[in-house]
């Protein structure tokens, strides 16, 4: 057709690519080829943008394209100083299982005008969205670039998403490309040092071949960790202390109420018998005060990504990767909006009584959602927000109507029942209850008494996930006395917290600012794969002897690697990025400034590490070859193998020599005279020894 244009879209995920086809195509199967990779076809159709006819050619990447590394001489864990990967030269590049959807992209982009980015529409997917830029503008200069904004997978936001096209956010993209390289530096750095240091000392008896164990670092999963800890740590240091309370119960025609010591409890023994045996001697009970109130239990806030994991694993016992996975499903399906997002507010935009009327014919919720959009019933009330805003995507809520699927697991169902009944209990009235408190004085004591009833449960009827409980309780005057039927001294033993479960480590990680909505349930897997942590049928965690040991390590320091203090600033720092308000070189050169600081200190007090980890392990056997392992000062750069360094370091029957760290697959070595007692490298640079730089030892 004459003016035709071609346009080149490309979604995140193959299933995305599916789905918006046949959406934008208005057929269910849209016409399809093989790309160069197999798992990513082509769609074709016409389609018109605001006018203007488009020959859409429709593909997709799988996740991110390029990854981002080290130089080549720089990968190899004994290439260099760990301390020398905070200024290493990285680059980011397309690996070679993704090579294939690269010449995908390149062959379409030389024959297209346009490219259109149709990736999840969150800063990681605006890093991919530049990954694919820049595959493409390397092929065909004169690409118009445009980005499609998009939140749910149906009708009306596929074809709103179209026809309102922007530019691609570049912020968003140098935020993620901070983080990435920041988590490199700091993640590869610390993992060697605290591998090569420790594996080959200890008996660790986590992996059956320790020769290939990593001991890993990252900067999000170790304060994660911490948590785990410090929580274990609390509960062993717990020391249970015995208290003493007073209580009262009165039986009357109407029933029983039970009233509690005002003063709660107290551990001074003597202190509560005087006082239960003035109440003994003198047991009449006066009502003082009865207040009667209307209680009001508000709805839940709309649902963001981190409620979703914490009420999935508190009703479910869901992991939070497990729920992600269940929930990208549901959205790449079109059954709910996108799951990753901080928001828990709607826009004023947003029509809501169209999401509850497409609820109106299911067999358990659809009565209630009549209900609502009833205005005689007086039920709806517009959602109060929770004051998060990531901008980008709305609460998770449900796009499209489903009695079940057929190949749904009882996980999916679960999941879609939860965003349904959640979405339609906040847009409710909240729960209202009359709740009675009466207070009474035995002997100068207070006892206090209450009991609720619900008068309305209006959003309770809905979320069924949540209770209201209360019991009623006679009806008392003020001035009124009678004897209590029970008046009892009880002994208490105070009580050590819980482990954390996965609702409260993921609370502790939100607050704290550990993570993204996207990327807290990776980190959380990470301990459980390290065998840092533990996690019971209860889904609480605990810490084993490994994650423990380098906690302990890290704290006996004195350095705090393993609090969130470090990360929450960093987190804030590339929100900061996001938003405009610092640039990425500025965020990278501080956080890498104070992270190298940080390992520099690390590693001189590497013995409290060491020290941790005899608490719990046998020293091992093997011989390590840590004189020539574990870095130490560079020398030169070695001629035998022109890989790795020479660095000076000391053995442990206390001679010096010059190794180099390639050891054992390079064994080039020079040993100083036995004779020597201190030896250091200087700065001052040989002038007999070539080629390249070489530092005379003092």
Known sequence: MSGTISVLNV???????????????RGPNPHSREGRSRYNRIFEFNYSIRGQPCHMIFTSVTGHLMEIEFEERFRKWHSCDPVDLYQAPVCKYVPEEKNDIKRTLEEEARKCQW???????DREGENIAFEVIDVCRAVNHHLVIRRARFSALIDREIHHAAQNLVEPNQLFADAVDARQEIDLRIGASFTRFQTMLLRDKFNIDFSADDKNLVLSYGPCQFPTLGFVVERYWEINSHEPEEFW????????????????????HLFDYTCVVIIYEMCVQEPTATVKNVRRAEKLK???????????????????????EHTMKVAEDLYQAGFISYPRTETDCFSSRTDLHIIVQEQQRHPDWGSYAQRLLDPGAGLWRNPSGGGHDDKAHPPIHPTKFSAGEPRWSQDHCRLYELVVRHFLACVSQPAVGAETTVEIDIAGELFSASGRVILTRNYLDVYHFESWGGSMIPSYVVGQQFIPTTLTLDSGVTRPPQLLSEADLLTCMDKAGIGTDATMHDHIKKLLDRFYATKDQNTRFCPTSLGEALVMGYDNMGYELWKPNLRSMMEFDMKEVSVGNKSKHEVLTTCLQQMKACFLDARLNKTKLLEAMEVFFERSNRSTGDEHHTAGEAVRSCGLCQEADMVLRQSRDGNFMVGCLGFPQCRNAVWLPGSILEAAVTRNICGSCSPGLTFTVS
């Open 115 to 121: 490219l259109v980015l149709w990736l999840d529409c």
């Open 245 to 264: 309370t007073i209580n009262c119960s009165h039986k009357s025609d109407e029933g029983m109420a039970t009233f509690n010591w005002m003063r709660g």
């Open 298 to 320: 508000y709805p839940p806030y709309p649902l963001s990504t981190i409620e979703l994991e914490k009420r999935a694993s508190r009703y479910f016992h869901m992991s939070s």
């Open 11 to 25: 979604a995140e995920k193959p299933s995305v690519a599916k789905s918006v086809s046949s959406i934008l195509s």
